[in-house]
T-cell receptor, first 115, second 112 residues
Framework: DTEVTQTPKHLVMGMTNKKSLKCEQH?????MYWYKQKAKKPPELMFV???????INESVPSRFSPECPNSSLLNLHLHALQPEDSALYLC??????????????FGPGTRLTVL | GEDVEQSLFLSVREGDSSVINCTYT??????LYWYKQEPGAGLQLLTY?????DMKQDQRLTVLLNKKDKHLSLRIADTQTGDSAIYFC????????????FGDGTTLTVKP
């Protein structure tokens, strides 16, 4: 099973709302990732969690707040977003972060629209 | 820094072979990947190759790696309309601890 699941599939929110994106994997992977992808562009890395600890933050604005409650779950909390934050948000996981086992498996994404 | 480049578009006829090319700059790349993305979907890992390999074949997919020229290619044999998608090349390095560098993607259009 190489499945990463994400909920919700679509999300529309206003600039004053607070919402969360969820990601789950049951492959026993210890690294999880959040990416942002604009249309027709490659995914841009936002955060990496390794063994439930934040290991990489690519200078993401604080209105995005990641959380890794356990090794299978990854959340992205959203607050006071801007319309330019509208994008496809992708979660990925890998066995490890760095080295021979960092092949990443992606979820289907959450399509976020900020009004 | 790392840079991965791909041509943006490729159009082929159904049944032909498709070859998607990628060049990268960092010679310390450990793994090189090909991902497929259909409209509105996430990235699907198609195949990957370790940097000490020259070739990998998996059913209709053949990956060739020329490490000297830092050139990676993906050949799809007997291309079908369902292969129409964006294909991303990506590299990762052991020292980068989880950061992969993606190319801009090649949009493959398969005409019947």
């Amino acid at each position: 099973d190489t499945e990463v699941t994400q909920t919700p599939k679509h999300l529309v929110m206003g600039m004053t709302n607070k919402k969360s994106l969820k990601c789950e994997q049951h492959m026993g992977h210890r690294a999880m990732y959040w990416y942002k992808q604009k249309a027709k562009k490659p995914p841009e890395l936002m955060f990496v969690y390794s063994y439930e600890k934040l290991s990489i933050n690519e200078s993401v604005p604080s209105r995005f707040s990641p959380e890794c409650p356990n090794s299978s779950l990854l959340n992205l909390h959203l607050h006071a977003l801007q319309p330019e934050d509208s994008a496809l948000y992708l979660c990925a996981s890998s066995q490890d972060a760095g080295g021979r086992t960092d092949t990443q498996y992606f979820g289907p994404g959450t399509r976020l629209t900020v009004l | 820094g790392e840079d991965v480049e791909q041509s943006l578009f490729l159009s082929v006829r159904e049944g032909d072979s498709s070859v998607i090319n990628c060049t990268y700059t960092d010679s310390s790349s450990t793994y090189l990947y090909w991902y497929k993305q259909e409209p509105g979907a996430g990235l699907q890992l198609l195949t990957y190759i370790f940097s000490n390999m020259d070739m990998k074949q998996d059913q209709r997919l053949t990956v060739l790696l020329n490490k000297k020229d830092k050139h990676l290619s993906l050949r799809i044999a007997d291309t079908q309309t369902g292969d129409s998608a964006i294909y991303f090349c990506a590299e990762s390095m052991r020292a980068n601890a989880g950061k992969s560098t993606f190319g801009d993607g090649t949009t493959l259009t398969v005409k019947p």
